[in-house]
């Protein structure tokens, strides 16, 4: 099992910028394939990006593919997300989470998740 907090999130006006972080704590953190998912209020919670264990592998949402960039330090047992030009409709809580699994853009393959960090980007 892995505990994971989330933090950096923010009000920022659109074309700003925000990274969020995701510490990690327990055993193996290397082992684990990371995402962010984020969830609009109204709206179903939608698959961000991914990161494989060795963070030579990574995945975007095509709504955020070129804008935001993810990354992880495994010797920190971080997980980071820059997003960059930002958009009213990037408002969401983000989460991230974690999982052995594969299938990272699928929600249900993720086991453990924190408890999420508001972004708002104001138009």
């Known amino acids: 099992q892995v505990q994971l907090v989330e933090s950096g999130g923010g009000l920022v006006q659109a074309g700003g910028s925000l990274r969020l972080s995701c510490a990690a704590s327990g055993r193996a953190f290397s082992t684990y394939s990371m995402g962010w998912f984020r969830q609009a209020p109204g709206k179903e919670r939608e698959f961000v990006s991914a990161?494989?264990?060795?963070?030579?592998?990574?995945y975007y949402a095509n709504s955020v593919k070129d804008r935001f960039t993810i990354s992880r330090d495994n010797a920190k047992n971080m997980v980071y997300l820059q997003m960059n030009s930002l958009k009213p409709e990037d408002t969401a809580v983000y989460f991230c989470a974690s999982t052995q699994k594969g299938n990272l853009n699928i929600a249900g393959a993720y086991d453990d998740w924190g408890q999420g960090t508001q972004v708002t980007v104001s138009s």
């Open positions: 990161i494989s264990w060795s963070g030579g592998v990574t």
